[in-house]
């Protein structure tokens, strides 16, 4: 099993930047690739940023290009998702997640495992 653990959520208003952290233990070795979901409220999760775990490659969806940014401390065993220029449609559950797979996955069913979500809310 693989337990992720986020963190960095909050209050920040529009234009604001945020950083999210997601810790990952227990069995790590054989992710191929860490990801970052968001969910609104009556929405469906959706694909926000994604790193491929040996080679560091990313991948974004247009709605978030330019302004959020995936990284990952190989060391550490930890990802990143720095989030510049938040607007209030970036309110958000945020979700980090891994998968077993190497490519990319913009589906929620690509992935394994889940950490437990953070609240941003984007104040206008």
């Known amino acids: 099993q693989v337990q992720l653990v986020e963190s960095g959520g909050g209050l920040v208003q529009a234009g604001d930047s945020l950083r999210l952290s997601c810790a990952a233990s227990?069995?790590?070795?054989?992710?191929?690739?860490r990801g970052w979901f968001r969910q609104a409220p009556g929405k469906e999760r959706e694909f926000v940023a994604a790193?491929?775990?040996?080679?560091?490659?990313?991948y974004y969806p247009d709605s978030v290009k330019g302004r959020f940014t995936i990284s990952r401390d190989f060391a550490k065993n930890t990802v990143f998702l720095q989030m510049n220029s938040l607007k209030p449609e970036d309110t958000a559950v945020y979700y980090c997640?891994?998968?077993?797979?190497?490519?990319?996955?913009?589906?929620?069913?690509?992935?394994?495992?889940w950490g437990q979500g953070t609240q941003v809310t984007v104040s206008s």
């Open positions: 227990g069995r790590t070795f054989g992710i191929g690739t």
């Open positions: 790193i491929r775990w040996s080679g560091g490659t990313t």
């Open positions: 997640a891994a998968s077993r797979l190497v490519p990319f996955q913009t589906s929620p069913d690509g992935y394994d495992y």
